[in-house]
């Protein structure tokens, strides 16, 4: 039987100051955090198929086991993801909206608008998009994040062009910046298109000046 250590040796003296502990709701948080933030940037990097639960909990420095616990599931996990970021960008858009410029406000605009689509978010996005495509179950639950998203984009859009969507033909001119820009952002998900988006955004631009109704 080993000998017990007296307890003034300084090698096995116990701390006088322990750190403080975090709380346990923290800890969870932060590991949540670290999870989809991994998950986001695998899909980015390595697309659906490279985007595993053992490759995201090794990338976020998270056991299996915990993962598991939270995310049962690969489908679980990156929904949680993509939903999480997608909050993060909606509050980032709305921050932006304040400090819009009176001149040249639309223009401005668009390319608030149009940095959406080119964001890893929409990248990551883009991949759950496409698998889902064949996959009902996945399907099913990318559905409704979609339709929210899509809302939430038509509402903000209003508050950045800073028009009235009952008015004219604004609805409709709404609908179509995003559509352009979610195009602008597949344009560039295999090659840079920076120079042709900002001149596409340039003649939009003038479009809207014209024919929005404030």
């Not at 346990?24 to 490279?50: H, I, Y």
């Not at 990551?124 to 984009?153: I, Q, S, Y």
């Not at 179509?176 to 979610?182: Q, S, V």
Request: charge should be negative; proline fraction near 5%.
């Amino acid at each position: 039987m080993s000998a017990t250590p007296h307890t003034d040796d300084p090698a096995v003296a116990p701390d006088l100051e322990p750190a403080a502990r975090v709380p346990q709701g923290e800890r969870t948080r932060v590991m949540r955090l670290r999870l989809m933030e991994a998950t986001v940037e695998c899909l980015v990097e390595l697309g659906w198929p490279g985007t595993t639960t053992t490759v995201v909990s090794q990338r976020a420095g998270v056991s299996r086991g915990a993962q598991l616990h939270h995310f049962p599931t690969k489908q679980d996990l990156v929904v949680a993801a993509v939903e999480h970021l997608t909050e993060r960008r909606r509050l980032e858009l709305a921050q932006s909206a304040a400090d819009l410029p009176a001149q040249g406000r639309t223009r401005a605009a668009l390319d608030l608008i149009a940095a959406q689509y080119v964001s890893p978010v929409f990248f990551a996005a883009l991949e759950l998009w496409v698998a889902a495509r064949t996959d009902a179950v996945l399907r099913d639950a990318v559905v409704p994040l979609e339709r929210r998203f899509g809302r939430d984009a038509h509402a903000y859009t209003l508050a950045l062009l800073g028009v009235d969507e009952s008015r004219g033909r604004n609805r409709q001119h709404v609908q179509a910046t995003l559509d352009l820009a979610r195009g602008l952002g597949l344009a560039a998900s295999l090659t840079d298109d920076s120079a042709r988006r900002a001149s596409i955004l340039d003649a939009w631009a003038d479009t809207l000046d014209r024919e929005l109704e404030t």
